[in-house]
């Protein structure tokens, strides 16, 4: 066998390039984004933790507002869901350690891991608060998922804005 069918037969023929096209080196025809993607970054942690306290003081105070029109003992509740969501919020951003370097690419399915466990932290602190003190439910109910919302929309904006800093948003 001569050393030209060998160079063949492994995909690095004379040109360069693989069996399948892509490039010897494996790194000349990757996009930009996608070489972006495997650099290793933190999150700015105390804006994320700031959006998800200025969103729960925002939307609940405009919650609270608003259910003083429907409820004359709601005020309570509308502050203790504000208070549940943004504890469980903060737990959620806090269990995926956004001051840990992780690849690019990894960070979305994180906040989404985020997501999940800040929502089932919200229901458990939700449902402590509202099972040690007599609230209004209906108050409660009109805060939690308002608020819950809000955060995650800040959280998802924060996040949009890092992906675009570093060029990995298209």
Do not use: Q
Not at 17 to 38: C, N, P, V
Request: aromatic share 6%; hydrophobic share 50%; glycine share 18%.
């Amino acid at each position: 066998m001569t050393t030209d069918s060998a160079e063949k037969k492994d995909g690095a023929g004379t040109s360069g390039t693989t069996s399948r096209g892509d490039s010897a080196s494996g790194e000349a025809g990757e996009s930009k984004i996608a070489k972006a993607g495997r650099v290793e970054f933190a999150l700015p942690c105390g804006k994320l933790f700031g959006v998800v306290i200025a969103s729960a003081v925002v939307v609940g105070g405009v919650a609270a507002g608003f259910s003083a029109t429907l409820w004359t003992t709601g005020l309570w509740g509308v502050i203790l869901g504000a208070v549940s969501t943004a504890v469980g919020s903060g737990i959620g951003v806090a269990s995926i350690k956004p001051w840990a370097p992780r690849e690019g690419r990894k960070w979305g399915l994180a906040m989404l891991r985020a997501n999940g466990i800040g929502l089932l932290a919200t229901l458990v602190v939700g449902g402590l608060l509202y099972s040690a003190t007599p609230i209004n439910a209906g108050a409660m109910g009109l805060s939690v998922p308002l608020v819950f919302i809000a955060t995650w929309v800040s959280v998802a904006k924060v996040l949009e804005g890092v992906f675009r800093d570093r060029g990995l948003a298209g």
